[in-house]
C-alpha cells in the first residue's frame, strides 16, 4: 500500500489541469452574492401631537372631534357629522384660523361599514397658507348637511357627490346631477355599481344603442 493510499489521511491536492499550450488555469472564486436593498416603506398617516388646531376644535366641540392625525404633512381631522356645520363655520369665520376656501369635496365608499360615506373636505386659509383635510363618515340614507352656505364653491362640488355616490345634502339650493343626465339610474362611483351594464334603459332610449350578445 502506497503512502498516500493509508486510510484517514486526507488525499493531496491535484495540481490545476495545463490548458491548451501549456498555461495552467487556477479556478476563479465565485463573486459574493449581492445584497438586496433595503425594502423602502410608503409614507403612513401619524397621530398629530402638539397640534394648535386639534386642541382648540377639542376644547370647543368635545366629542365631536374623534381623531387628529398627518399624512404627507398634511394636517387630517376627522370629526363627527352631528358637529360638522359648527366646526366648518367656526374654521371659516376664527380670526386664528381663517380656512375661507373650499379647495374639494369628495367622498369615499366604505361598502359593508354602518357609516359607509366618507365625506372628505380639503380647506385652504390664505392668510396662513395651511391646507387641512375634515372627514366626517356618513350613513348611505343620511342627509349630510350643505356647506354652500359658507362656500359658494360647495354648490357644484355637492352636485358631483350627489350625482356619482348619492349622497344628500340637506339645505344644497339646487341638488341635481352635474355630470350624468337627470334620468340616469344608479350612482357610477360607488363599490357596487356595475360600470359594465351602465344604464342600458337610458342608452336604448337616447342613443337607440343595443349591447349586442357575447
Not at 488555469?25 to 410608503?42: D, I, Q, T
Not at 404633512?73 to 352631528?82: M, S
Not at 355599481?193 to 337610458?202: G, P, S
Request: aromatic share 10%; hydrophobic share 35%; glycine share 6%.
Amino acid at each position: 500500500m502506497n503512502e498516500e493510499d493509508k486510510p484517514g489521511q486526507p488525499a493531496p491536492e491535484k495540481p490545476a489541469t495545463p490548458a491548451a499550450g501549456g498555461e495552467v488555469k487556477e479556478a476563479k472564486p465565485k463573486p459574493a452574492a449581492a445584497k438586496k436593498p433595503p425594502v423602502k416603506k410608503g409614507p403612513s398617516y401619524e397621530d398629530l401631537t402638539d397640534d394648535p388646531l386639534l386642541k382648540d376644535l377639542r376644547e370647543r366641540f368635545s366629542g365631536g372631534i374623534l381623531s387628529g392625525q398627518s399624512f404627507l404633512g398634511q394636517p387630517i381631522y376627522t370629526i363627527t357629522l352631528e358637529v360638522l356645520p359648527d366646526v366648518m363655520s367656526y374654521l371659516r369665520d376664527s380670526d386664528e384660523w381663517g380656512f375661507n376656501y373650499l379647495v374639494d369635496l369628495t367622498c369615499l365608499d366604505y361598502i359593508g361599514d354602518e357609516k359607509r360615506f366618507c365625506m372628505v373636505y380639503h380647506l385652504y386659509s390664505y392668510k396662513s397658507g395651511r391646507l387641512i383635510r375634515i372627514k366626517a363618515r356618513a350613513a348611505a340614507e343620511q342627509m349630510v348637511p350643505s356647506m354652500t352656505s359658507l362656500w359658494r364653491t360647495a354648490d357644484w362640488l355637492e352636485r358631483e357627490a350627489y350625482d356619482m355616490f348619492g349622497v344628500e345634502f340637506s339645505g344644497h339650493p339646487d341638488l341635481r346631477r352635474i355630470l350624468l343626465p337627470d334620468d340616469w339610474l344608479g350612482y357610477p362611483l360607488r363599490k357596487d355599481y356595475d360600470i359594465k351594464l351602465q344604464d342600458q334603459a337610458w342608452i336604448r332610449k337616447h342613443l337607440r344603442i343595443r349591447k349586442v350578445p357575447e
